[in-house]
């Protein structure tokens, strides 16, 4: 069985996106590209929400991704991708599959040889964490204040303990902070 591993990024303050959706804010240097890479390496597979999924699938198979992040675009491209959807009918960006239910997700989660990962997506992860499906959460804090936009846990609906499991500082200023979810009492 493999794990639902969460990656998201925040701002100091808590966002994972800044107002109307500004995501120009990450501090992304030598460092970080590094941890990407190795992170996405130790994914046997990535899960995304729709929107997500649209998004990465618009830069990461162009040239100027390619340009800019060989050794991230190489990996990003390889890696099966798995969409939670009800409204696409493909995932062209593949190979690529997609998911109906979080009954699909569980049992591709108990299938998987290797750990799933998700990034952004955060509809989708939430969800995911409160039917127990998400067994680690890395949050990447920055260094950054946006002073408002869209809330790290937005859409969380009740209380999850979370165990800090690890903690890394990048000379950026970055703090990759990762929790184990648990259970309430």
Do not use: C
């Not at 997609?98 to 290797?114: K, M, N, P, V, Y």
């Not at 939430?126 to 499906?133: I, N, Q």
């Not at 890395?138 to 859409?155: D, E, H, Q, W």
């Amino acid at each position: 069985m493999g794990r639902v591993v969460v990656f998201m990024v925040a701002s100091a303050d808590g966002f994972y996106e800044g107002p109307g959706r500004a995501f120009d804010w990450p501090v992304v240097d030598e460092e970080f590209g590094a941890f990407a890479v190795e992170q996405l390496a130790g994914f046997g597979g990535l899960l995304f929400g729709r929107i997500t999924y649209q998004g990465m699938a618009a830069y990461w198979p162009t040239p100027e991704a390619e340009r800019e992040d060989p050794r991230t675009a190489a990996l990003m491209n390889a890696v099966p991708k798995y969409v939670a959807t009800l409204t696409l009918e493909h995932a062209d960006w593949g190979p690529g599959r997609i998911l109906r239910s979080t009954g699909e997700i569980a049992e591709l989660r108990e299938q998987a040889g290797a750990d799933l990962g998700v990034f952004g997506s955060n509809g989708l992860w939430v969800r995911l964490l409160e039917t127990g499906l998400v067994d680690e959460i890395r949050i990447m804090t920055m260094p950054v204040a946006l002073g408002g936009g869209r809330s790290l846990f937005t859409g969380i609906h009740s209380r999850v303990h979370l165990e800090l499991t690890d903690t890394r500082v990048f000379r950026s200023g970055n703090v990759l902070l990762t929790y184990r979810p648990r259970p309430a009492g």
